[in-house]
């Protein structure tokens, strides 16, 4: 099993940043771990991924350019660095792992989740 505990979520204005992490505790894991998130009303969409054994990193065409997904080897932990944020990127946000494909992108292809950080773009 995998644990994905999620922290920094929070409230901004417009224009300004937040850094998302995910702290990952269990098995060892060298598989994708991904960042979706979920708005009111909204399926649950990808905004990130990359893999713990190296290599690129892709992300959501919504975000590409402000965010930045990166990691702490030592730590166990992934971050998410939000930039320029806008209050479409409100919403829940979650870390996953998948052992499934190299840089998947759907949710249903991620077995393990974390509990999700709210993120609310406001002025």
């Known amino acids: 099993q995998v644990q994905l505990v999620e922290s920094g979520g929070g409230l901004v204005q417009p224009g300004g940043s937040l850094r998302l992490s995910c702290a990952a505790s269990?098995?060892?894991?060298?598989?994708?771990m991904g960042w979706f998130r979920q708005a009111p009303g909204k399926e649950r969409e990808f905004v990130a991924v990359?893999?713990?054994?190296?290599?690129?990193?892709y992300y959501a065409t919504s975000v590409e350019g402000r965010f930045t997904m990166s990691r702490d080897n030592a730590e166990n932990t992934v971050y998410l660095q939000m930039n320029s944020l806008k209050p479409e990127d409100t919403a829940i946000y979650y870390c996953?792992?998948?052992?499934?494909?190299?840089?998947?992108?759907?949710?249903?292809?991620?077995?393990?989740w974390g509990q999700g950080t709210q993120v609310t773009v406001s002025s």
């Open positions: 269990g098995r060892t894991f060298s598989g994708a």
């Open positions: 996953a792992a998948s052992g499934r494909g190299f840089y998947p992108t759907g949710p249903d292809e991620y077995e393990y």
């Open positions: 990359f893999r713990w054994s190296g290599g690129n990193r």
